[in-house]
Each structure stands twice: as structure tokens, then as C-alpha cells.
């Protein structure tokens, strides 16, 4: 059973550096699509970004300036780093694994396992 | 445009049918997912694909989908069954870069 460890720091000052990572246990790290999500407090669901086995980004362009998702294959493990944040960017920020596909006709994509998110505070 | 919309709120009585809906130009050519998020825990999928639900979801969800719309329907709603939907799919321009969420339907069971 695949699940996703997450950890970080949970209050930061406006300015500093968010850095969270996210550990991959009991699966396989190719052939997915690893994503960070947050959610404000009181709020819905945003996309934040995504990376690959290679490495390869994919950035929600309202974060893309701010954003640094990258990978580390030999812990299975994959990280974010959001800089300059400030108290818009408290949240729960949750890791998941993204899988993306297309049948005939139509495309799929869907997040089928996530962390159980790590509470960011962004205060002075 | 990349936007998916739900309604805010919807309600349900028990055992009755409920159908909550998703909006975008995305799901002419993407399957919604669908997650299920209950107060103070992450997300968890309900629906994907064509109308596919992961080990442990109940089979009264399902999924259905027609032009730029998407539904997840409960059929016999339960008291556990109370918990905020969102949608989710791809942002089908731009070769599919960007994934996004529907603002959320907080349902109720009454």
C-alpha cells in the first residue's frame, strides 16, 4: 500500500523560504506524476505544481515565480520550495500522486493518494 | 479557459439521491476526478476515469460526464456521506501544463 510521508517547517516569517518534503514508501516512483496542493484556511483546493521520475516541472503560472518542485529518485522522496511567502500563503500544503493517461477519446487525470498535509503558518 | 465551477452548497436527504455538478471547457476533452474531503483531513478520490472508483469507495458514487460537464452522483446519500466535493481535471490548452480544481460543493445530508 503506497503512502506518501510529509514534513516541514510549520510557522515562517513573511520573506523566508517554505520547504516541505514528501517521502514515497511501499511503491514505485516512475511513471507518476508528483504534485504539492494547498489549501487555505476556509478555502478550496489549489494545484500547485508537479514533477516527474526525470524531472520534469509542470507550475500552476499564479506560483511559477515563487515555485521550485524537485526530485530525489534515490530516497524516493520529492520536494517544495516556495519563496517570498506571506500570510496569503498560509495553508495546508498536501503531497499526492498524481497519474495522467488517455483513453480514445478523452484524457484522464486524477491524484490517488495524498499526505495528510503539513499546516503552514506564515506570520510575523 | 482552464476554470471549473461548482455550486457552493447542496443538500441531500437521507437515502435520496443527490447529483453534484462541474463545469469547464477542460471537460470536453478530460474526465473529471472527483474528491471527497471531510473536516480536517486530506482528500480522498471517489470517482476518476470514465466512471471508476478506488478500492473502499462505496458504489453508490458514480460518475458521469457530458460536454462540458461533469456529475458525480450519491445514490442513497448516508449521514458519512456529508463532506465538502471538488472536481478536478487538466487545463486542456497549453498542452495540458496546468491542473486545476472546481471551488468546492459543501454537501449536506439532512
Known amino acids: 500500500q503506497l503512502q506518501l510521508q510529509q514534513w516541514g517547517a510549520g510557522l515562517l516569517k513573511p520573506s523566508e523560504t517554505l520547504s516541505l518534503t514528501c517521502a514515497v514508501y511501499?511503491?514505485?516512483?516512475?511513471?507518476?506524476?508528483w504534485s504539492w496542493i494547498r489549501q487555505p484556511p476556509g478555502k478550496g483546493l489549489e494545484w500547485i505544481g508537479e514533477?516527474?521520475?526525470?524531472?520534469?516541472?509542470n507550475y500552476n503560472p499564479s506560483l511559477k515565480s515563487r515555485v521550485t518542485i524537485s526530485i530525489h529518485t534515490s530516497k524516493n522522496q520529492f520536494s517544495l520550495k516556495l519563496s517570498s511567502v506571506t500570510a496569503a500563503d498560509t495553508a495546508v500544503y498536501y503531497c499526492?500522486?498524481?497519474?495522467?493517461?488517455?483513453?480514445?477519446?478523452?484524457?484522464?487525470?486524477?491524484?490517488?493518494?495524498w499526505g495528510k498535509g503539513t499546516t503552514v503558518t506564515v506570520s510575523s | 479557459s482552464s476554470e471549473l465551477t461548482q455550486d457552493p452548497a447542496v443538500s441531500v436527504a437521507l437515502g435520496q439521491t443527490v447529483r453534484i455538478t462541474c463545469q469547464g471547457d477542460?471537460?470536453?476533452?478530460?474526465?473529471a476526478s472527483w474528491y471527497q474531503q471531510k473536516p480536517g483531513q486530506a482528500p480522498v478520490l471517489v470517482i476518476y476515469?470514465?466512471?471508476n472508483r478506488p478500492s473502499g469507495i462505496p458504489d453508490r458514487f458514480s460518475g458521469s460526464s457530458s460536454g462540458n460537464t461533469a456529475s458525480l452522483t450519491i445514490t442513497g446519500a448516508q449521514a458519512e456521506d456529508e463532506a465538502d466535493y471538488y472536481c478536478?481535471?487538466?487545463?486542456?490548452?497549453?498542452?495540458?501544463?496546468?491542473?486545476?480544481f472546481g471551488g468546492g460543493t459543501q454537501l449536506t445530508v439532512l
Open positions: 499526492a500522486r498524481g497519474q495522467r493517461g488517455s483513453y480514445v477519446y478523452y484524457y484522464y487525470y486524477y491524484m490517488d493518494v
Open positions: 511501499g511503491g514505485s516512483f516512475s511513471g507518476y506524476y
Open positions: 514533477i516527474n521520475h526525470s524531472g520534469s516541472t
Open positions: 477542460s471537460l470536453r476533452g478530460y474526465y
Open positions: 476515469g470514465e466512471n
Open positions: 478536478n481535471s487538466r487545463d486542456s490548452s497549453g498542452n495540458h501544463l496546468r491542473a486545476v
